[in-house]
């Protein structure tokens, strides 16, 4: 079974940056797509942005210019670095996987904990 773990969250102050991290484990035979989702209270989770195999990237509006996503796929790991934040950009920040976890496996997706982000002066 494929675990995320997400790190790297916390509190910035408005304009600056932060790194989050997300690394997966267990039984992992393909990725096909990682990429990362935020989720403010009372509004539906969305797409921040996402890295499929091929390196194809893809990047809400509202963050690109201002955010990179990259893979490591040595270590099974995302990364979403994050520069010029917003108060807007406040949520709980969640990894996605989207592959096979054995070579006879469907594609199937999973999710991170999330890891929450506040950017606060």
């Known amino acids: 079974q494929v675990q995320l773990v997400e790190s790297g969250g916390g509190l910035v102050q408005p304009g600056g940056s932060l790194s989050l991290s997300c690394a997966a484990s267990?039984?992992?035979?393909?990725?096909?797509?990682m990429g990362w989702y935020r989720q403010a209270p009372g509004k539906q989770r969305t797409l921040v942005a996402s890295m499929t195999s091929s390196g194809d990237t893809n990047y809400a509006d509202s963050v690109k210019g201002r955010f990179t996503i990259s893979r490591d796929n040595a270590k099974n790991a995302v990364h979403l670095q994050m520069n010029s934040l917003k108060p807007e950009d406040t949520a709980v920040y969640y990894c996605?996987?989207?592959?096979?976890?054995?070579?006879?496996?469907?594609?199937?997706?999973?999710w991170g904990q999330g890891t929450q982000v506040i950017v606060s002066s």
């Open positions: 996605h996987f989207v592959g096979k976890h054995t070579f006879w496996s469907p594609l199937t997706d999973c």
């Open positions: 267990g039984s992992i035979f393909s990725i096909n797509v």
